[in-house]
Nanobody
Framework: QVQLVESGGGLGQAGGSLRLSCAAS????????MGWYRQAPGNQRELVAS???????NYKDSVKGRFTISRDNAKNTVYLQMNILKPEDTAVYYC?????????????WGQGTQVTVSS
């Protein structure tokens, strides 16, 4: 298990940038996949981006070329750099850790951080 705390959300303008951070309570070196999800009002939570221990990344089609996920194992932190923001990026963004501990699968979530993009 790992506790996750997101930060960096807020109000952004269309075409602008924001960077989200997700600080973990322990080392993330062995966590299989770290990801960012988002949920807009009335919508289901959806995957935005993910990164594996090996550095492989996966992105939602609508954010490809605009968002970049990265992980700093030394700082136990995962980042989401969001560029060329659009109003449809407005949502609560959640950090996610998906891994195994002694053979048992776990999924942990942060509390979320609000991102609002004005046009």
């Amino acid at each position: 298990q790992v506790q996750l705390v997101e930060s960096g959300g807020g109000l952004g303008q269309a075409g602008g940038s924001l960077r989200l951070s997700c600080a973990a309570s322990r080392s993330i070196f062995s966590i299989s996949v770290m990801g960012w999800y988002r949920q807009a009002p009335g919508n289901q939570r959806e995957l935005v981006a993910s990164i594996t221990t090996g550095g492989s990344t996966n992105y939602k089609d609508s954010v490809k070329g605009r968002f970049t996920i990265s992980r700093d194992n030394a700082k136990n932190t995962v980042y989401l750099q969001m560029n060329i923001l659009k109003p449809e990026d407005t949502a609560v963004y959640y950090c996610n850790a998906d891994g195994y501990y002694r053979g048992t699968h776990y999924v942990n979530w942060g509390q979320g951080t609000q991102v609002t993009v004005s046009s």
